[in-house]
T-cell receptor, first 117, second 116 residues
Framework: AQTVTQSQPEMSVQEAETVTLSCTYD???????LFWYKQPPSRQMILVIR??????QNATENRFSVNFQKAAKSFSLKISDSQLGDAAMYFC??????????????FGKGTLLTVNP | NAGVTQTPKFQVLKTGQSMTLQCAQD?????MSWYRQDPGMGLRLIHY???????DQGEVPNGYNVSRSTTEDFPLRLLSAAPSQTSVYFC???????????????FGSGTRLTVV
């Protein structure tokens, strides 16, 4: 079974600084997708960024970028120029690309990010 | 376009009571699922469905039932509520996978359930 590990239960960053959230995963699949979701205090789950395993280029969405290391099974999220609105719980998630269960998301336990003014 | 709609947003139940959490999506998504979120545990899959009439168990299915009579609706039933089912419940949906598609899920806003 696939597992997703977020080793940092909590992180903090100063406003306008850069922070990196770590995620590792375990899978025997070669094709899969990885996601970072943001959950602010409103409780809504918001997709931040996604990465297809078959793509070597790291995904980028404005101030959010990932460092995808397929061989190391690592998928970290970098937030540049941190803003107060970035404060939230962040979840890393995995989804396989083949087989009957390719619609299931497996989540890590989350990293709570605090942004200090 | 409402996305994924969950009702109710909050609910308090007494031990042994039953109830149904409603979930509806208007995006014609084939896949729908229910997750529960507990502190320090992330989101864990309860049940999922790949289409109308097809459901299957996830990681933590005990104490819950689901059915999928239409593409749009995927209700979650608590048969006899227990304090261990106190949690935040999320419904999520997705189109089928395939390169070029949006592989992410669309989540509802969640239901906070307390069982006393």
């Amino acid at each position: 079974a696939q597992t997703v590990t977020q080793s940092q239960p909590e992180m903090s960053v100063q406003e306008a600084e850069t922070v990196t959230l770590s995620c590792t995963y375990d899978t025997s699949e070669s094709d899969y997708y990885l996601f970072w979701y943001k959950q602010p205090p409103s409780r809504q789950m918001i997709l931040v960024i996604r990465q297809e395993a078959y793509k070597q280029q790291n995904a980028t969405e404005n101030r959010f970028s990932v460092n995808f290391q397929k061989a190391a099974k690592s998928f970290s999220l970098k937030i540049s120029d941190s803003q107060l609105g970035d404060a939230a719980m962040y979840f890393c998630a995995y989804r396989r690309d083949s087989g009957g269960s390719n619609y299931k998301l497996t989540f890590g336990k989350g990293t709570l990010l605090t942004v200090n003014p | 376009n409402a996305g994924v709609t969950q009702t109710p947003k909050f609910q308090v139940l007494k031990t042994g009571q039953s109830m149904t959490l409603q979930c509806a999506q208007d995006m014609n998504h084939e896949y729908m699922s229910w997750y529960r979120q507990d502190p320090g545990m992330g989101l864990r899959l309860i049940h999922y469905s790949v289409g109308a009439g097809i459901t299957d168990q996830g990681e933590v299915p005990n104490g819950y039932n689901v059915s999928r009579s239409t593409t749009e609706d995927f209700p979650l039933r608590l048969l006899s509520a227990a304090p261990s089912q106190t949690s935040v419940y999320f419904c999520a949906s997705s189109i089928s996978t395939g390169r070029g598609s949006n592989y992410g899920y669309t989540f509802g806003s969640g239901t906070r359930l307390t069982v006393v």
